[in-house]
């Protein structure tokens, strides 16, 4: 019997330290390449900042002016906004509505398309990780829409799975007087497909797409992109989806391209 | 011993910045380059087969962790390459079917999330892999004549 128990706690104590080894080997590649990565990056935008400077200095510093001015305007906004939060919780309190977490986004650099040499997934990496409070499943955006989800975090980088990737699902609506629902996934390159759309709704060509909240895991309201046309009714596997339910095809409202700093929400 | 410690930095190097390289080039139909296992497969031809076998499973290990694989699916690969390497006495030209049929792996564990079809891929895979293969090949036995570590 103590026999039997002092085995079981061994292999307990040995599965730990496999795990944790693992865990621990697993970050290890990510980190040592992050330096380089990081190097690459700065240096990259440094070189384009003083290539735009030279051949378009006046531009420039005229541009700049007009951002510090910007910048004024929108400080003066957030207080604004801070005071209009701080009286929408008190209110929600009063009336005994649920807390709501408010979001707080946190600004990271793209430092390359990630993936390694397989490329298996569409991701990007970032240089934000769990050092900065960035954990799995976070939400990740640009003002134009939703880029994707944190899958993988280090201690100074983050993976994220964009939403051009096949696995990753995301519960839509398209914008109307129906606000029909549909889980949106990755499609080719350029198109993403949205499934189990309500036969018979119309929807209008152009429509936004925006995320539903349902599920909980993104928060509604991101726009995803644009509703190009029907499918041609049949799943990803080539069956045909029959008279219930149909997908359509809709245009990602990011450019993942040209993606250099992007938000995380925390 | 001195040898050892060189062989060991260069190891490293290799990995951190093959690594780098891999995240950064960019990826056509998903294809990147395999530094990696262009390196795993030059250490597996010029290194014992002890330290060959080793950076095999640590470039595999680190190809899993840089492409957010599956534990261990380009460890074994990786490792499997090198022995098959040691074992039959292939030419390090191996390594460009050896890349190609590492889209093969791929897809069999991954399915229809792989990135790209997977006959595209492999067509991919052809050129970059005789690319990566050379210029690693190249670099790599560059540093070991200048580092007098050169086993063969």
């Given at each position: 019997m103590k026999a039997t128990t002092t085995g079981t706690l061994a292999v307990i104590a040995v599965a730990m330290v496999a795990v944790l080894l693992v865990a621990f080997f697993r970050a290890t590649p990510v980190e040592l390449a992050y330096p380089v990565e990081q190097a690459k990056v700065t240096w990259a935008r440094r070189l384009a900042a003083r290539w735009t400077g030279l051949w378009h200095g006046v531009d420039a510093s005229v541009e700049n002016a007009r951002l510090r001015r910007e910048i004024a305007s929108l400080e003066m906004v957030r207080g604004e906004l801070a005071g209009l939060e701080e009286e929408n919780a008190r209110l929600r309190r009063d009336l005994r509505f649920t807390e709501r977490e408010p979001n707080r986004w946190e600004c990271a650099e793209?430092?390359?398309?990630?993936?390694?040499?397989?490329?298996?997934r569409r991701s990007i990496r970032l240089n934000k990780g769990s050092l900065a409070g960035i954990r799995e499943g976070a939400v990740v955006a640009v003002p134009e829409g939703l880029v994707g989800q944190v899958v993988a975090v280090t201690p100074h980088t983050s993976e994220v799975l964009l939403v051009t990737d096949p696995s990753l699902q995301v519960a839509c609506t398209v914008e109307g007087s129906e606000r029909i629902r549909g889980i949106l996934s990755g499609g080719t390159d350029d198109v993403l497909l949205m499934r189990h759309l309500k036969a018979g709704a119309e929807i209008a060509p152009e429509s936004r797409v925006l995320t539903s909240?349902?599920?909980?895991v993104f928060p509604a309201g991101i726009p995803v992109g644009t509703f190009i046309s029907e499918g041609n009714g049949r799943d990803a596997a080539g069956r045909h989806a029959g008279g219930l339910e149909r997908e359509g095809k809709v245009r990602p409202a990011?450019?993942?391209?040209?993606?250099e700093d992007v938000f995380i929400r925390r | 011993m001195k040898k050892d410690i060189v062989q060991l930095v260069i190891a490293f190097f290799t990995l951190v910045f093959g690594g780098a390289a891999e995240e950064l080039a960019p990826k056509t139909l998903g294809v990147g380059l395999p530094v990696l296992l262009s390196a795993a497969v030059y250490f597996a031809r010029r290194r014992t087969p002890l330290v060959g076998m080793l950076f095999a499973v640590a470039a595999g290990a680190a190809e899993d962790a840089l492409s957010g694989l599956p534990y261990a699916l380009s460890v074994s690969y990786f490792a499997a390459v090198a022995g098959l390497m040691r074992g039959f006495k292939l030419s390090v030209g191996f390594a460009v079917p050896a890349y190609c049929l590492y889209q093969v792996w791929l897809w069999i564990w991954l399915g229809q999330s792989l990135v790209g079809g997977v006959f595209l891929r492999m067509l991919m895979a052809l050129p970059v892999g005789v690319a990566v293969l050379a210029a690693t090949h190249a670099a790599l036995y560059w540093i070991d004549r200048k580092a007098a570590v050169d086993e063969k």
């Open positions: 793209v430092l390359s398309e990630g993936g390694g040499a397989a490329g298996a909240g349902l599920g909980g990011v450019d993942f391209t040209l993606l | -």
